[in-house]
Every structure is written in C-alpha cells, then in structure tokens.
C-alpha cells in the first residue's frame, strides 16, 4: 500500500508541475490552402520554360505554444510536351525530379529558416505523348507559434530535373524564378487557455491519474519500394495509470492519425499515387520509467495499426482496390527510448517493424498477391517525433 501511494504522489506531482508551466490547448482544424509559383528555365535540346510551383495548407489560427498545423505541401512541375519530345529524342526514357524550397517564419520573437524536406522523386517515364506532370510531397518542419501572429513565406523555390536512359544521364540545369518568392500564409494566434487541474485523489482504480497529450509527425520508409510515407500530423493521448513497481507508470494510449498521401515509384519506373490510413488495432500499450526523472520518462511501448490503402493510381490512371484493401494483420510498432513532457518539447523515436501480407483488395480482380508483392515484408523504419502539449 505505501509503494502504490508513493507512486501515486510521483505521478500527481508530475501532472500538477506541468499544469505550473501553462500548457498549450489543441489548436483549431480549419486550414486555407495557399500557392506560389513561377516559371523555371530548364536545358531540354535549348531553353525550356518548366513553370514550378509550391502549395501547402496552413491554419488560419492557432493557440500560442502550439505548432502551426500544415499540411499537404508539395512541389508541382509541368514538363512541356515539346520538351518531352527533345528528351525522348536525346536517348532519355525517365527523369529524376527534386526541389529545394526555403521558407522563412516571422513572429515578434524573430524570423527563422526552414527547409521543406521530402520533395524528390526518380525515375519517372517520360510518357508516350504530351507533357509530364510530376508532384513532390513534402513536409514542412514544426512551427512553434510564439505571442502575435504567424507569418509564413517562400524565400526559395528551386527544381532540379536530370534525364536518364540507357548511356544518358543530364542535369537539365533548371533555373529559380524569383518571382515565385513571398508570402504563403499570416497565422493568427490565440492566447492559451487555462488547462484543467487533474483531481488525482478522486481518479477511479481503473481510470489514468494524468492523460499526456502529444502532437505526432513521422516519416515512414517502406522498404520494398525504397520510398518514404510523410503521416500527416496526428495525436497521441497516453493514459498514466499507477505502475506494478515502484518508479513505474503504466501507458495506455489512443493514436490517431489523419488520411495521408502516399507517392512511391514501383518497380524503380512506375509512379504510384494512393491515399494511405493507419487507423489504431486496440489501445496502444507499455510502461514508462520514471527513476531518471519525472520530466524525461523512458517508454517501453507497442503500438499495433492497420495498414489500408484507398484511391490508388498508377502514373493517374485508377486501379480498382475496393474499399476493404488492407494488412490482414496489424503492423506491430514498437516505441523504445527516452521522451519530454515538458510544453513543446520534442522526443524522436526511431523504429523498426514489418508490415504484413494485404487482404481484401480488388472489385474485379484479387490484387493482394500485387499489393503484398509491392509493399509487404520486414525492415520497414518508422521515425516518430512528439510534441509535448500537456496532461489532462
């Protein structure tokens, strides 16, 4: 009895000293998608106008101490049919497609840089006729929102286009437009509001003491396509229950995570477009060691997620997977190391899993044996980071 009262009072004075530190609210969901974009000359048999653009959706407010909610970024090319004749013409049968983009944030704090990540593809065919469209997905890095308003801009938008084919391999030289450069998004930011104060003495034997909540982003390779899956932004919401030793606390967590878009080059040429989900198979499960700190726990911890993949296109055209396509078991993730609770820290965690054989696909036609062959097997990483937001 006195262990689990000692327990008890180690997690109460960790919730009570975050509550101490103001912790920011969840910040509101309405986005407005914004757009800049120029024209980029490009070396394709003589100079070629490529008009490039970046887009992404930012949150029209958001409480101060919160991350800016952005989603959806991506880098768009238009490789003109002409072009595309002189490429083909010149032994090219495929490009590599990259972008650099820059963006600068300013608050009354100061402005920093940032450099969107992702934003690069290979070897995508060049088609049989007319022009060549590519997308680059990308991710925007975290944007804390300090006092006053958020305002975004592009400061750089920079493709990079390189031909290959059987003995040829050019960079097309493509230039930056300036005119592309300028303001994407203004953020306006709300004063936080006072989070509750958890009633620990009165918490139920079966209910959590504190529940720590999470802002998620990650970054998924997939192994057998050699691509990466950029997850749009999600939450986590741990449960803190008395642990079965002493410096223990016993996690139980619900994740959620938005629909993503997933682009991936099969078979090294083939460009594959899906809308990806990893809806939550049963609560997320482990323990926290709390004897190097209460801040800074370490979680040992599993997390089990169904795979399941909708809308998918090969270079645009639909293929008909049907609305039950999905991992016939769950993806079994486990979360190992060393975390932050306190308000708007990060913790990154890096992981490895397998994803198992699909179920369920096709209308016309049994597509598992396509999808299994394409995605599934072991030594997939996922890289998971977590933003402290409070307990509750």
Known sequence: MTQTRSRRAAVATLGLALVAAALAPATTAVATAATRGGTSTCQAGGPVEVPVSFSAAFAETVAQGANVPVSAASVNLVVPAAAVDALRDSGASSVDASAAVELSVTQQAGTQELTVTGLSTSEVLLPADGELRITLPGRVPPIAAGAGPVTVAL????????????????DLACTADPAANGELARVAVTAPAAPPVPDVAAAAEDAPLLTAKFLVDGVS?????????VLEQGTFDAGLFTGEVPDTIRIEGELKLPKSAGYFVAF?????????ELPQDGKATGTADISGGLFTPTIDMTVRVNLVVSDVRQDGVPIAVGANCRTAAPLVIPMKGQTSLLPGSKSTLESTFDIPAFSGCGVSEDLDPLLTGLISGP??????????????
Do not use: W, Y
Not at 268 to 276: I, L, Q
Not at 380 to 391: P, R
């Open 155 to 170: 400061t750089s938008l920079a493709p990079k286009l390189v031909a290959r084919g059987e003995t040829l391999t050019a």
């Open 221 to 229: 390779h997939i192994a057998k396509m050699g691509s990466d899956l």
């Open 268 to 276: 090294r040429f083939m460009p594959v477009t899906s809308d990806v």
């Open 379 to 392: 030594g997939n990483k996922m890289t998971t980071t977590l933003t402290a937001q409070g307990v509750g």
